[in-house]
């Protein structure tokens, strides 16, 4: 094995670290070596440890609602040495979303795909949100999320593609390894979905989705925190961390999380749906690198569940009330800006 086999291998073995951030760092790190030298991932990993991850990540769509997350998984698993497939239960009208690659593929390409679904997920609530308010039906609402998503989908095919075009080193290296082919090679082909519609007055959407999709950056969102361990903060800048959950409590809050934000709510309102602040318990607590803390409160209504989340910000003694909108956690990304400083909580089932 050469200097830089061996370089890129000491890299893709630190993805083992413990420390998330350094893991990620290290298997970025590793594929851009990989790419400027054109090495396979089999030519680095030992055969015993190029092991295979087949494996759906609880994202489903059906053909008239969220049709595009098909075609957002297909992308990102072709950019990731990865291959992206369909489980369809049964006269089922809901398809699982999973992916196929090699252990360090798999996991980027899953937390890049899962990041990206949650971008798109984000702001069609927001279009839910502004078109109820106006009456608008649930069915042209839908047709105004679809047509988002799949406007997204197509502006991160086209940046895609231009960075392709700007690296064409990067073909051999974003192929799809041999050994995941075998491992996919009984899948049936799978029937692609129809598009979305982004025509008349759908346009609109598309195109905001499309210029979105075109700014899409997962670097930083993998990449280490920056400033950790600075004792004065700089502006701007941010931190990641992340918490695991067992898949049953995941489950449960999931189904039973309320839409609505606790924070946003009146006094009167809180009566009205019963909820007890006096049943509060610590679904999860996270630390971040500049000392930040946050932990989420559940408290229980007369039907759902409601997220208190409260925060103490660096230098301070006491938790206070996180009054940002963010009652959609269970998407698995959490994002808020506090003074300045944008912090990342990525949730974690495990199992």
């Keep these: 094995m050469s200097q830089i086999q061996e370089r890129i291998a000491k890299l893709l073995a630190l993805a083992d670290s413990p420390n998330e951030h350094e893991a990620q760092a290290a298997l970025l790190k590793a594929r851009e070596l990989m790419a400027e030298y054109k090495l396979r991932p089999e ?3 030992a055969t015993g440890k190029a092991k295979v991850i087949v494996k759906t990540v609880g994202i489903t769509c059906t053909a008239m609602t969220d049709s595009w997350v098909s075609d957002l998984s297909a992308i990102i698993a072709g950019r990731y040495c990865c291959k992206a497939y369909r489980n369809r239960r049964h006269n089922g009208k809901k398809m699982e979303i999973g992916f196929a690659g090699l252990e360090d593929d798999y ?3 899953r937390r890049i795909f899962l990041y990206a679904y949650d971008c798109i997920k984000s702001r ?8 109820r308010a106006k009456g608008i039906s649930g069915s042209v609402i839908r047709e105004m999320c679809n ?3 799949q406007g997204f989908v197509d502006g991160l095919c086209s ?3 231009k960075q392709q075009e700007e690296h064409q080193e990067w073909g051999l290296v974003m192929a799809v390894p041999q050994a995941v082919n075998d491992a996919t090679s009984h ?11 982004t025509d008349g007055w759908r346009m609109a959407y598309a195109r905001a989705g499309y210029k979105d999709g075109t700014e899409f950056d997962v670097d930083h969102r993998l990449a280490p925190a920056q400033g950790a361990g600075q004792t004065a903060m700089p502006k701007h800048c941010e931190f990641a961390a992340a918490v695991r959950l067992e898949p049953g409590v995941y489950q449960n809050v999931q189904r039973m999380l309320a839409l609505e934000s606790f924070s946003k709510m009146s006094a009167e309102r809180r009566q009205e749906l019963g909820i007890r602040t006096d049943s509060e318990e610590q679904l999860l607590w996270v630390s971040y690198p500049d000392g930040a803390e946050i932990v989420l409160l559940l408290c229980s209504g007369q039907n759902n569940y409601y997220l208190v989340p409260k925060v103490r910000r ?3 003694d006491a938790f206070s009330e996180l009054t940002e909108y963010i009652t959609q956690i269970f998407l698995r990304w959490l994002s808020f800006d506090i003074q300045g400083v944008r912090y990342m ?3 974690q089932v495990t199992g």
Excluded: D, M, V, W
């Design 345 to 347: 909580l990525e949730i």
């Design 124 to 131: 069609c609530r927001e279009i839910k949100s502004e078109n």
């Design 43 to 45: 030519e680095i990993q």
């Design 187 to 197: 899948h049936k082909r799978a029937t692609a979905l129809r598009r979305a519609r």
């Design 147 to 149: 047509a988002y998503g």
């Design 314 to 316: 660096p230098g301070e």
């Design 159 to 161: 940046a895609f593609q």
């Design 107 to 109: 996991e980027i390409c």
